[in-house]
C-alpha cells in the first residue's frame, strides 16, 4: 500500500485547486462594518423555489468540479468514489474552502450528513453502487423520510406501510415535514413492514426514488413565509427488494443510525450554532442603536456568547469521538439541544435590542430581517427530534435517571386523578 499523502502536502494541493477554480471572499479581508456588505434580508429569508433551483444548479456545479478533482468524498471509501484519506485531510479542506465564495452547499447537507453514511452502513452493493458516488458528486440529492402526522417524536408509531409483494414492496402512506423533498432524487424512508410484532421490530427500511410514479410532494407554507418543508404521499409505490436497508423489520436500527448522524450533522455542523449570528455581528447591532455600555444589554450578550463557546467545545469533544472511530452517541443530543437553546436566546436577545424594528418593515439594514430568523427558530425545535427527546435522551442515557413510565391506556384518566388524591 502506497504511504498516504501528508495533510500539508493535501493542504497545498487543495489550496491549488480552489485557487484555479474560485474566489477569495472579501470578508475575510476586512471587518464586519454595521450596514455594509450583504443585507440581513439575503442572510435570513427563504427564497422562492424558482430560485431555490437556479442556486441548487450552480450547487450541483461546484461540488462535480470538487469530485471530478478529487475533493468530493476526501474520506470515503475509492470503491465509491472517495479518496480513502483521513478526517484530519477533511477538516484542512474544509478550513480552506471556507475562505472562498463559493454557492450554497447547504442543498446536500441531509442527503451526505444523514442519508449516505445510511446507504453506506446498511444498503445492498447495487444501492452503494448505484447512488453514493453520485450523491457525493452532487447528481443525486437526497432527503429523509421518517416523521409523519401521528408520528413525530414517537418515531416507531409511524404507520406508512411496506407490504411484499414477490421481489418488489409496495409502499403506500403519508410523510410529513420532509426538507427538500421538492428538490430531491431520492429517499431514505420507515415503513411498518409488519403490524403484528411490537412497534419497535416491525419496520423496514428502503431507499424510494421520489421520481417514481405514485410519489405525490407538497409544501408546507411556514410562518416564515416559505416552504422548505413538504408533506409527501406514496400511492402504492414500488420499491425492489434489493433497495431495502437492513434487514427485513430491523428498519429501527437503521432509523438509530441516520438519527444519530442527523443530530451530529444539526449539532456540530456549525460549532454550536453561531453561524450567522455572531457575536460581532450583535455587538455593532447594539453598538448602531446606542445600547453597546449598557450593563445589562453587555451582560445578555457574554450570556449568549459564553453559551456558543461552551457548545463549541463540547461538540469538539463529541466529533472527536467520532474521529476515532466511535459511533455518534447520546452526546449529539446534547449539542442538538444546545444549537436550539442558543438559537433561542439568539433570537429573543436580538428581539429586545431592536423592539418594534423587527416586526415592522422601516427599510432599516439590519432590523425587520430578524424577523426571519425568529419565525425560524421554533422549526429547528423540532427538527431532528424535539428538545423534549433529547432531554429524555440526556436523562436516560447521559445522567441514568429512570424512563417515564409512559401513559396506562387501561386505565381511565378520571380513576388515575382520584388514585393519586387518595394517596
Same mark, same amino acid.
Given at each position: 500500500?502506497a504511504?498516504?499523502?501528508?495533510?500539508?502536502?493535501f493542504?497545498?494541493?487543495?489550496?491549488?485547486f480552489?485557487?484555479?477554480?474560485?474566489?477569495?471572499?472579501?470578508?475575510?479581508?476586512?471587518?464586519?462594518?454595521?450596514?455594509?456588505?450583504d443585507?440581513?434580508?439575503?442572510?435570513?429569508e427563504e427564497?422562492?423555489?424558482?430560485?431555490?433551483?437556479?442556486?441548487?444548479?450552480?450547487a450541483?456545479?461546484?461540488r462535480?468540479?470538487?469530485?471530478?478533482?478529487?475533493?468530493?468524498w476526501?474520506?470515503g471509501?475509492?470503491?465509491?468514489?472517495g479518496?480513502?484519506?483521513?478526517s484530519?485531510?477533511?477538516?484542512a479542506?474544509?478550513s480552506?474552502?471556507?475562505?472562498?465564495?463559493?454557492?450554497?452547499?447547504?442543498?446536500?447537507?441531509?442527503g451526505l450528513?444523514?442519508?449516505a453514511?445510511?446507504?453506506?452502513?446498511?444498503?445492498?452493493d447495487?444501492?452503494?453502487?448505484a447512488?453514493l458516488?453520485?450523491?457525493?458528486?452532487?447528481?443525486v440529492?437526497?432527503?429523509?423520510?421518517?416523521?409523519?402526522?401521528?408520528?413525530?417524536?414517537?418515531?416507531?408509531?409511524?404507520?406508512?406501510?411496506?407490504?411484499?409483494?414477490?421481489?418488489?414492496?409496495i409502499?403506500?402512506?403519508?410523510k410529513?415535514?420532509?426538507?427538500g423533498?421538492?428538490?430531491s432524487?431520492?429517499?431514505?424512508i420507515?415503513?411498518?413492514?409488519?403490524?403484528?410484532?411490537?412497534?419497535?421490530?416491525?419496520l423496514?427500511? @428502503? &431507499?424510494? *426514488?421520489m421520481?417514481a +410514479?405514485?410519489?405525490?410532494i407538497?409544501p408546507?407554507?411556514?410562518? #416564515?413565509?416559505g416552504?422548505?418543508?413538504?408533506?409527501?404521499?406514496?400511492?402504492?409505490v414500488?420499491?425492489?427488494?434489493?433497495?431495502?436497508?437492513g434487514?427485513?423489520?430491523q428498519?429501527?436500527?437503521v432509523?438509530?443510525?441516520?438519527?444519530m448522524?442527523?443530530r451530529?450533522?444539526?449539532?456540530?455542523?456549525?460549532?454550536?450554532?453561531?453561524?450567522?449570528?455572531s457575536?460581532?455581528?450583535?455587538a455593532?447591532?447594539?453598538?448602531?442603536?446606542?445600547?453597546?455600555?449598557?450593563p445589562?444589554?453587555?451582560q445578555?450578550?457574554m450570556?449568549v456568547?459564553?453559551n456558543f463557546?461552551?457548545?463549541?467545545?463540547?461538540?469538539?469533544?463529541?466529533m472527536?469521538?467520532?474521529?476515532?472511530?466511535?459511533?455518534?452517541?447520546?452526546?449529539m443530543?446534547?449539542a442538538?439541544?444546545s444549537?436550539?437553546?442558543?438559537?433561542?436566546?439568539t433570537?429573543? @436577545? &436580538?428581539? *429586545?435590542?431592536?423592539? +418594534?424594528?423587527i416586526i415592522a418593515?422601516t427599510?432599516?439594514?439590519? #432590523?425587520f430581517?430578524?424577523?426571519?430568523?425568529?419565525?425560524?427558530v421554533p422549526?429547528?425545535?423540532?427538527a431532528?427530534?424535539t428538545?423534549e427527546?433529547?432531554?429524555n435522551?440526556?436523562?436516560?442515557?447521559v445522567?441514568?435517571?429512570?424512563?417515564d413510565?409512559?401513559?396506562?391506556?387501561t386505565?381511565?384518566?378520571?380513576?388515575?386523578?382520584?388514585g393519586?388524591?387518595?394517596?
Amino acid at each position: 500500500m502506497a504511504d498516504m499523502q501528508s495533510v500539508e502536502e493535501f493542504r497545498d494541493e487543495a489550496k491549488s485547486f480552489l485557487d484555479a477554480n474560485a474566489e477569495l471572499r472579501d470578508s475575510d479581508d476586512k471587518p464586519f462594518v454595521w450596514g455594509e456588505g450583504d443585507d440581513d434580508v439575503s442572510l435570513f429569508e427563504e427564497i422562492d423555489r424558482d430560485v431555490e433551483l437556479e442556486l441548487l444548479e450552480k450547487a450541483k456545479q461546484w461540488r462535480a468540479t470538487r469530485f471530478d478533482n478529487g475533493y468530493g468524498w476526501i474520506t470515503g471509501p475509492a470503491e465509491f468514489g472517495g479518496r480513502d484519506l483521513t478526517s484530519a485531510h477533511e477538516r484542512a479542506y474544509q478550513s480552506l474552502e471556507s475562505r472562498y465564495a463559493l454557492p450554497n452547499m447547504g442543498f446536500f447537507g441531509i442527503g451526505l450528513g444523514m442519508v449516505a453514511p445510511t446507504i453506506l452502513a446498511h444498503a445492498t452493493d447495487e444501492v452503494k453502487q448505484a447512488y453514493l458516488e453520485k450523491m457525493y458528486r452532487g447528481d443525486v440529492v437526497g432527503c429523509q423520510l421518517f416523521s409523519e402526522p401521528g408520528a413525530g417524536s414517537d418515531l416507531a408509531s409511524l404507520q406508512t406501510k411496506a407490504e411484499r409483494d414477490g421481489d418488489e414492496w409496495i409502499i403506500t402512506g403519508q410523510k410529513v415535514w420532509t426538507s427538500g423533498a421538492h428538490y430531491s432524487d431520492i429517499g431514505e424512508i420507515i415503513c411498518r413492514s409488519d403490524s403484528d410484532l411490537p412497534k419497535h421490530k416491525g419496520l423496514t427500511g @428502503f &431507499v424510494v *426514488d421520489m421520481h417514481a +410514479p405514485g410519489v405525490e410532494i407538497r409544501p408546507l407554507r411556514q410562518m #416564515t413565509g416559505g416552504a422548505s418543508f413538504n408533506e409527501v404521499f406514496f400511492n402504492e409505490v414500488r420499491v425492489p427488494d434489493s433497495f431495502r436497508l437492513g434487514d427485513v423489520n430491523q428498519g429501527w436500527t437503521v432509523a438509530l443510525t441516520t438519527l444519530m448522524n442527523e443530530r451530529a450533522s444539526i449539532g456540530g455542523g456549525s460549532g454550536g450554532g453561531m453561524g450567522l449570528a455572531s457575536v460581532t455581528r450583535l455587538a455593532e447591532l447594539c453598538r448602531h442603536f446606542g445600547i453597546i455600555d449598557d450593563p445589562i444589554v453587555r451582560q445578555k450578550m457574554m450570556d449568549v456568547y459564553i453559551n456558543f463557546q461552551v457548545s463549541r467545545y463540547t461538540n469538539q469533544r463529541a466529533m472527536d469521538k467520532i474521529k476515532k472511530g466511535q459511533l455518534p452517541g447520546p452526546e449529539m443530543s446534547i449539542a442538538k439541544l444546545s444549537l436550539t437553546n442558543n438559537l433561542w436566546r439568539t433570537a429573543n @436577545f &436580538v428581539a *429586545d435590542m431592536l423592539g +418594534p424594528r423587527i416586526i415592522a418593515d422601516t427599510g432599516e439594514w439590519g #432590523t425587520f430581517a430578524w424577523g426571519q430568523f425568529l419565525l425560524g427558530v421554533p422549526g429547528m425545535k423540532v427538527a431532528g427530534g424535539t428538545d423534549e427527546v433529547m432531554k429524555n435522551i440526556v436523562g436516560e442515557r447521559v445522567l441514568g435517571l429512570p424512563k417515564d413510565p409512559g401513559i396506562d391506556s387501561t386505565t381511565a384518566f378520571r380513576d388515575l386523578r382520584v388514585g393519586t388524591q387518595a394517596n
